[in-house]
């Protein structure tokens, strides 16, 4: 496996850790009340489970299992997607916190773009990747 590969799977699995055990929170919280701060924690939840986990496997995996590029050059330009994992980290986490306590637009806002521009890095150094076997 690529070292991308392992930094982003092994990052989907924090999320997934950190997300369903806020998950588990809330569903606890539903049925045997202990504080309404809780349901804060529900934009965090559905950011960390949804991209900082879904996406970030699925993505890490993808820079693995995809096709070589050439015969000759498997990954191609790997600056492309390395810069992909800092853009949607750095965005989980800026919404993450952004979202906990209703913060600022701005933030939110800020939080979105990275994000773009992090699926944006990935498309565009994907693409090139996906293809039929033999060409
Ligand atoms: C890949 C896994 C998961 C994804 C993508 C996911 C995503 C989401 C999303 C998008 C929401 C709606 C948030 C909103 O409306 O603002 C949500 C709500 C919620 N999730 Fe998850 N979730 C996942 C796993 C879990 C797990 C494992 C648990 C519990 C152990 C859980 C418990 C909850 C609860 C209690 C809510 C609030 C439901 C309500 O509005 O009444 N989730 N989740």
Do not use: C
């Not at 092994?10 to 569903?27: C, E, N, P, S």
């Not at 890490?60 to 994992?85: D, H, K, M, N, Q």
């Not at 986490?93 to 306590?101: E, K, P, Q, Y």
């Not at 209703?102 to 996906?130: D, I, K, Q, S």
Request: no cysteine.
């Amino acid at each position: 496996m690529p070292r991308l590969s392992v930094w982003m799977v092994r990052t989907a699995l924090l999320y997934l850790g950190v997300g369903f055990t806020i998950g588990g929170l809330l569903l606890f919280n539903k049925g045997v009340y202990i504080d309404a701060a809780i349901w804060r924690l529900r934009p965090v939840h559905a950011e960390i489970a949804l991209i900082g986990w879904t996406l970030q496997l699925a993505l890490g995996v993808a820079f693995w299992i995809l096709p070589r590029l050439t015969r000759t050059e498997r990954y191609g330009r790997t600056w492309l997607a390395w810069s992909g994992y800092g853009l949607l980290n750095a965005g989980v986490l800026l919404l993450a916190a952004a979202r906990w306590n209703n913060g600022p637009a701005e933030l939110t806002l800020a939080g979105r773009v990275l994000e773009l521009l992090a699926v944006a890095a990935f498309a565009v150094y994907l693409w090139p990747r996906v293809k039929p076997f033999g060409k």
